[in-house]
């Protein structure tokens, strides 16, 4: 089945460093990619969506600023954190889409652990 | 109110027992998507449906459009089955639910 990587898993940095996190689709070129944000014992919420070669969408309350997305190719978009303070700390998925002969599926990666000291 | 809202939050069933998680939405939709999460983070799709009703083996989805209610049904569960379970609604701009956290005894 497809599969959709990130990099790194599991991230500590300093208040004020940035932190670039990528996503990969591994087998397929994926049509759109989308990142999340999960704090603990919440659920996810759409932070932006990619597709490649164009400007990311961002969801409402969401700094574009912030969080810079580039899509530079087909199988791959990073999320960069900026200037990353402690209330950024999160969990951050990125999921994939793929269509195929009509057929839409969405693949998620296995998330990226961030923690801002 | 939430756009889209599972229920129950929390689960918890002995081996064998026969599941099921709620999933209601507000928001017009083109497709509901069933989730699931353990508890290193990792999330698999397990279902997308825009109507009537889906089966991998022993998961069952089904929806109601008209009614904007969506069920998942395990049957025979299994304590490799504990995760949390989301539900979530649309296509490109997925709106997700809460969760359903489901622990199953041995």
């Known amino acids: 089945g497809a599969v959709v990587s990130q990099h790194p898993s599991r991230v500590i940095c300093k208040s004020g460093t940035s932190v670039k996190i990528e996503c990969r689709s591994l087998?397929?070129?994926?049509?759109?990619m989308f990142w999340y944000r999960q704090f603990p014992k919440q659920s996810l919420m759409l932070m932006a969506t990619?597709?490649?070669?164009?400007?990311?969408?961002?969801e409402q309350g969401v700094e574009k600023d912030k969080f810079l997305i580039n899509h530079a190719s087909l199988t791959l978009s990073t999320l960069t954190v900026t200037s990353a303070h402690p209330e950024d700390s999160s969990f951050y998925i990125c999921?994939?889409?793929?269509?195929?002969?009509?057929?839409?599926?969405?693949?998620f990666g296995p998330g990226t652990r961030l923690t801002v000291l | 109110k939430n756009e889209v809202e599972q229920s129950p939050q929390n689960l918890t069933a002995q081996e064998g027992e026969f599941i099921t998680i709620n999933c209601s939405y507000s928001?017009?939709?083109?497709?509901l998507h069933w989730l699931q999460q353990h508890p290193g983070g990792g999330i698999v799709s397990l279902f997308m449906?825009?109507?009537g009703k889906k089966k991998h083996g022993r998961l069952i989805a089904t929806i109601n459009i008209q009614e904007k209610h969506s069920s998942l049904h395990i049957t025979a569960s299994h304590p490799r089955d504990s995760a949390v379970y989301i539900c979530?609604?649309?296509?490109?701009?997925?709106?997700f639910g809460a969760g359903t956290r489901l622990t199953v005894k041995p």
């Open positions: 087998d397929f070129q994926a049509t759109t």
């Open positions: 999921s994939a889409t793929r269509t195929s002969g009509g057929a839409y599926e969405q693949f």
């Open positions: 928001v017009g939709i083109s497709a």
């Open positions: 990619s597709n490649e070669g164009s400007k990311a969408t961002y």
């Open positions: 449906l825009s109507s």
């Open positions: 979530a609604a649309g296509l490109n701009d997925m709106r």
